[in-house]
């Protein structure tokens, strides 16, 4: 069955899938989920605040955000911000934006919407002593948030943050759908112009089972040395 | 019109200053006043960005090292000196971005790219959203397949499987001859003309629908050349290919258009068609052995934007 | 630079000759709900079965099912679509895959395939969930009626189990209903791809995806509005899920 596989294209491929298309991966998940949870955090203290208003549109966004694919969100934000550009910064033309920029942009306001779920569930979970006892002490709703709620609720989250994280690396997969050379955009380039399917689609697998497993691993390690603490 | 006085100002340091902002200012303002569109942003940004493709051979597609190279990417490069000559800039970065056959109109529109080099059919469908330069190539649509799948002609093709490049004038042909002619055809879009070659390679569909151009450098670059025919039946009459650049922009459109009526009028554009199609060519030192059809070279001798297929069998 | 609105080209016809580009449209919508509902009734089926395996005294049953989750959730949706589409055909002996290549409709197979496998992984920690919740007491009760291990998951614990994991349920439905967007990628011609096709034939970019994303809205809230019926309907009165 394996009989006239060709190995070694993977071997001569390697620089060029580990070098671009794993670099640009891993940058995209880490600088998306940087980015992610804080916007996602902003989202759910909007959500928690007492403004009617901004509770709403928080909530029509993660709402909105989490009906849709995220592969229609990808081509959405590939041919749109370039005009949102335009229209931000008030210029004569659209803004040049590239893939990796549209990616970053597309994937940390994706990602958002799910990350500022789970800070919700985590600033719910704080007992409500908490901010009570830092109103006592005469804390500002800001000091409030950045000292005493966001740290606690952070930590309590952490594991679940870290899953989503993995989440997103999975689905950076998806930029494929626009030929954007991620990791399985640059296999499945050389996949093509070799003919080589079965070896780099295998190949590719199992780098992404390797990854993911290995991550689970540490997130399911990490959740059993907080518990603890707790 | 232009001030180029400078206020009272008694310090020599920024007299000079002043006196260096101010020419700035007017040689900015002399230009800025005549530049608009795709020039006006080369200018302000000293970048042009070029849109290539990953696997139209030989017109626009990825050698070994994964960098573009290619017959239209060439013209290009020559539209990219005119324009670093008629804005009369030192150093003009070239940008390469990757596009497909269904992004490149919207990267085109949205400022992603400035022109898209490669295989793209010049139509009056497509006039109405972007423009095209003077056209590099004819081409008809037409399908290939395997010798031993015996199809020879577009109604052989009757409800069977067969794959096309989503966002191409063929699938649209595809489509538009499957409807008229009753035929069942079940359509496979593929995402790059790559990968609408391999489905007849691994038996997912019987035939390819490509330019035939593409479909002969597939062909040939393939693991068992002889395996493959291209009928004689076409989707359409010979079209042309021409270099893409955004809608009402006179101006770059102009110096693009005479950058490529050069080129072509010229010796050297006979050897850059020599070069790509009659000669050997990266990555597998192909000889395609393509040579100039009597069309093109009438097309060569008096370049022409014009999307009509009638026309250039008429010149 | 400036783009060509135009919202009556839902009305134009489409180059495919089947109509309109709206009937391009509602084609993909009642694909996709195809996709989503076949690849649903697999993931529930593996799904129970794999996360009731997990519960069981049984190690070995328990380590089955650890790995068929770790394998599923581990993998990228699109990497496993790839590896059913062009992978396997690859792998078994040469008419087998040649069958499946030239299978009509291989897409919608394999996307339903493809993704209920991938779905039933998240099920299966559902279920997992839902069995744990349970009290203790309900098991040690029932075996103390005499009843067996499949007796006692089929008439105690699963029924209730369900009836707890049906909220997150509901989003894991929702969440497959999306996933069907992912089968683009290996030809299903499903909402998402029906709109990138109206936006090629006809460069109303912004008209074509905006049309998609109020059609994936409308199946959101129908599916939430129709499970919410459903949670009403079997929830059994007094215990935590009947209220």
Redesign the interface.
Same mark, same amino acid.
């Given at each position: 069955m394996f009989a006239n596989f060709d190995f070694d294209v993977i071997r001569r491929s390697l620089t060029y899938l580990f070098f671009d298309g794993m670099t640009f991966t891993l940058t995209l998940t880490s600088l998306a989920t940087f980015g992610g949870i804080i916007f996602g955090t902003l989202l759910a203290m909007m959500r928690l605040s007492g403004f009617w208003l901004l509770s709403r549109i928080a909530g029509l966004y993660v709402d909105l955000m989490r009906s849709l694919p995220l592969v229609l969100v990808i081509f959405w934000f590939y041919f749109l911000v370039p005009y949102i550009g335009q229209w931000l910064t008030g210029a004569s033309r659209p803004i040049r934006v590239g893939a990796f920029a549209s990616s970053l942009v597309t994937f940390t306001l994706f990602e958002a919407a799910y990350f500022s779920e789970i800070m919700r569930a985590g600033i719910q979970s704080i007992s409500r002593g908490q901010p009570a006892a830092a109103q006592a002490l005469g804390l500002t709703y800001g000091q409030t948030m950045r000292y005493v709620v966001l740290p606690q609720a952070f930590r309590n989250m952490l594991p679940v943050l870290l899953t989503q994280t993995i989440v997103l690396f999975q689905d950076t997969s998806l930029v494929y759908v626009l030929s954007i050379p991620d990791f399985l955009g640059a296999a499945s380039k050389v996949a093509q112009r070799d003919g080589r399917l079965v070896e780099m689609y295998l190949f590719a697998a199992l780098v992404y089972f390797a990854i993911s497993c290995v991550a689970s691993f540490g997130v399911r390690r990490l959740q059993a040395r907080l518990a603890f603490v707790r | 019109m232009f001030n180029c006085s400078i206020g009272e100002n008694s310090m020599k340091r920024l007299r000079m200053t002043g006196l260096a902002l101010a020419a700035a200012f007017c040689a900015a303002q002399a230009d800025a006043e005549e530049l608009s569109g795709t020039l006006r =942003?080369i200018r302000e %940004?000293g970048v042009i960005?070029i849109g290539y493709r990953?696997?139209s051979i030989p017109f626009s597609y990825?050698d070994d090292n994964?960098k573009p190279i290619g017959f239209a990417i060439d013209i290009c490069l020559k539209i990219v000196d005119a324009v670093k000559k008629e804005l009369k800039l030192d150093k003009l970065t070239v940008e390469f971005?990757?596009v497909? +056959?269904?992004?490149r109109?919207?990267?085109l529109?949205? !400022?992603?790219i400035d022109l898209e080099c490669g295989s793209t059919t010049n139509n009056p469908d497509?006039l =109405?959203?972007v423009a095209f330069t003077n056209t590099h190539f004819l081409t008809a649509t037409r399908f290939i397949s395997k010798k031993s799948s015996k199809l020879n002609s577009i109604e052989d093709l009757k409800g069977k499987?067969v794959a096309s490049t +989503? !966002?191409t004038t063929n699938i649209?042909q595809l %489509?538009?001859a499957?409807?008229?002619r009753n035929l069942g055809i079940?359509i496979?879009?593929? =995402? &790059?003309h790559?990968?609408s070659f391999?489905m007849v &390679?691994?038996?997912?569909a019987v035939a390819a629908v490509l330019d035939d151009i593409l479909l002969a450098s597939f062909a040939a670059g +393939? =693991?068992d050349p002889d395996a493959y025919v291209i009928s004689t039946d076409a989707f359409s009459k010979p079209e042309p290919y021409g270099i893409m650049l955004?809608k009402d922009d006179p101006t770059f459109k102009k110096v693009a258009d005479d950058a490529t009526l050069a080129l072509y009028q010229s010796a050297e554009g006979q050897k850059l068609y020599d070069k790509w199609f009659m000669q050997k060519i990266p990555p597998k030192g192909l000889n395609l052995n393509v040579p100039i059809g009597a069309e093109l070279k009438k097309a060569f001798a008096k370049p022409t934007d014009s999307p009509d297929p009638d026309f250039y069998k008429s010149m | 630079m400036n783009y060509h609105w135009n919202w009556r080209v839902f009305f134009e016809p489409a180059p495919s000759g089947s109509g309109t580009y709206l009937d391009m449209l509602l084609s993909g919508l009642v694909l996709t709900i195809e996709t989503a509902l076949c690849a649903w009734i697999i993931a529930l089926v593996f799904g129970a079965v794999i996360g009731v395996l997990r519960t069981l005294p049984s190690k070995s049953a328990g380590l089955i099912g650890f790995a068929y989750v770790e394998f599923f959730r581990n993998m990228p949706l699109l990497v496993q679509l790839f590896l059913w589409y062009f992978v396997l055909p690859e792998l078994l002996p040469r008419t087998w895959g040649l069958w499946l290549k030239q299978l009509p409709h291989a897409p919608f197979y394999t996307a339903a395939i493809g993704i209920g496998l991938f779905m039933s992984a998240r099920v299966a920690e559902q279920t997992r969930a839902g069995i744990s919740s349970l009290p203790r007491g309900q098991k040690l009760a029932a075996t103390a009626l005499g009843l067996t291990t499949a007796q006692t998951y089929r008439y105690v614990l699963l029924p209730m189990a369900f009836r707890i994991i049906l909220p997150p349920l509901t989003s894991e439905f929702l969440s497959t209903i999306k996933n069907t967007s992912v089968a683009l990628t290996i030809g299903l011609i499903e909402l998402t791809a029906e709109a990138r096709a109206m936006q090629e034939f006809s460069f109303q970019v912004f008209e074509a995806f905006t049309a998609a994303t109020v059609l994936y809205l409308l199946i959101n809230i129908v599916v939430v509005i129709v499970m919410r019926f459903v949670e009403r309907g079997v929830a059994v009165p007094g215990y935590i899920t009947g209220k």
């Open positions: - | =942003k %940004t960005n990953d696997s990825l994964q971005n990757p497909t +056959s269904s992004t109109i919207p990267l529109a949205n !400022g992603t497509r =109405k959203q499987s +989503s !966002g649209r %489509t538009e499957n409807a008229a079940n496979i879009p593929a =995402k &790059e790559a990968e391999l &390679e691994t038996d997912r +393939s =693991k955004r | -």
